[in-house]
């Protein structure tokens, strides 16, 4: 991440996306250096979580290129894979595990220090509580700790504030902010105001 | 390596909080091998003569048993997304799922199988060569069951598909594991079997997660 800013690493030209047979956007082009946020706006099925699984080398790519310093990402997706740390709608964890358990085992397969991330989204008092007693908002948050495992340059953030009250939210702008100050990127999408600064937005069309 | 070990034993960690799930497996096989003297009669020489078939048949069917939960809850619950943008590759995670497969289902049909047996009076020389026959049989449905529950992820009635898919392709497995076990019941050398089980895994190993990997892919999409 030392490269110099204001270099674009992320780029899509025209960028088209498909789900289930249905193109649900289209013309998408942007380019993201490092420290740079953009935010993706538009109504409810304008694309912007298929816009993220694009991103993120999950959705199917209709039209347009996707590139990763001028390389195109679809060719090794593996190693754009690497790249990503992604916090979907769901929060994609089990009920049956504690949150040090899981924060461990993420840490297994992505590297990084669980205490570092369990204490930057201040969850050290419900360490050792089962994941299935934990409220909506608390999972939001165990969601976001993972993004810190395993310095990933680029978080794509789909609706991050859902369910995370003011604290959270604030917690969010905060690892936010530092992980833009390293040198990170982010898109994120969302119908409310996002603790995000100096983010360029872009609008998809319904 | 040190991801896919840390995938494998979230996975056996999972599997061991929902330790209902292997018993329940473990109980159908016994259940199942318990009803067929009471279908075909307590003749131990009947039983005898069936037996190395009916073992094998009730093993994989209690193996497929678990085989839906094996990526549709991760599926639905976004895990597998996370898996698939983690930086394995999709086919890895088709191996560590299958390896957890066969740990926390295919083991213990292993361990259960001798009393199965006993149960069908299979002559008590068999039963080395049957949990031999039975560890590379299990494997090779481990890895047959994880591209069959790839493929019919986010299908309606998937759990009914799946073993519709996967069954006609343990055709030859059960063949030459049922062959094993008459032929050691006989007293007659077992070589030729095993070796062909062994070959049979050696072939799913790396195709089945090749293609199941292929589907985890397009599951997502």
New interface residues.
């Given amino acids: 991440m030392q490269q110099k800013s204001g270099t674009a690493v992320l780029e899509a030209r025209d960028l088209a996306g498909e789900r289930g047979g249905r193109l649900v956007f289209a013309g998408v082009s942007f380019k993201l250096a490092r420290g740079e946020a953009l935010v993706l706006l538009g109504a409810n099925g304008a694309g912007k979580t298929s816009l993220l699984r694009v991103l993120a080398g999950l959705g199917r790519v209709a039209e347009g290129v996707l590139s990763w310093e001028g390389e195109n990402v679809a060719e090794d997706l593996l190693a754009h894979a690497a790249r990503i740390a992604l916090l979907g709608h769901l929060d994609a964890l089990k009920p049956q595990l504690t949150v040090f358990e899981t924060l461990r085992y993420e840490a297994r397969i992505r590297g990084g220090s669980v205490d570092e991330a369990i204490a930057a989204v201040g969850l050290e008092p419900l360490a050792e509580a089962p994941v299935r007693i934990l409220s909506a908002g608390q999972r939001r948050r165990v969601a976001l700790a993972r993004l810190l495992l395993g310095n990933h340059p680029l978080w794509l953030l789909d609706e991050p504030t859902v369910a995370l009250d003011a604290a959270g939210v604030a917690t969010l702008g905060r690892i936010v902010a530092a992980h833009r100050a390293r040198g990170g990127m982010v898109v994120a999408s969302s119908h409310l105001d996002l603790p995000i600064e100096n983010a360029r937005t872009l609008r998809l069309a319904a | 390596m040190?991801?896919w070990?840390?995938?494998v034993?979230?996975d056996l960690?999972?599997a061991r909080?929902?330790a209902g799930d292997t018993l329940a497996a473990v109980a159908f096989f016994l259940l199942a091998c318990g009803l067929f003297p009471f279908a075909v009669g307590p003749d131990p020489m009947v039983l005898a003569r069936i037996a190395a078939g009916v073992v094998w048949v009730a093993a994989l069917l209690a193996a497929l048993l678990p085989l839906d939960r094996l990526v549709g809850g991760d599926y639905e619950?976004?895990?597998l997304?996370?898996l698939?943008?983690?930086?394995?590759?999709p086919a890895a995670v088709a191996v560590a799922k299958a390896a957890v497969h066969w740990l926390a289902t295919g083991v213990p049909i292993l361990l259960a199988a001798p009393f199965g047996a006993v149960m069908l009076a299979l002559p008590v020389r068999a039963i080395p060569v049957l949990v031999a026959a039975l560890a590379l049989g299990t494997a090779v449905l481990s890895l047959l069951g994880i591209a069959g529950a790839a493929l019919t992820l986010g299908a309606r009635r998937g759990g009914v598909l799946l073993p519709l898919l996967i069954l006609p392709l343990t055709i030859p497995v059960l063949i030459f594991g049922a062959a094993a076990v008459e032929a050691a019941s006989v007293g007659l050398a077992v070589g030729p079997q095993l070796a062909m089980l062994g070959a049979l895994l050696a072939a799913a190993l790396p195709l089945a997660p090749l293609a199941a990997g292929i589907a985890l892919r397009s599951a997502?999409?």
């Fill in positions: 040190t991801a070990f840390g995938l034993a979230r960690a999972l909080r929902n619950d976004g895990t997304d996370q698939l943008v983690s930086g394995l590759h997502v999409e």
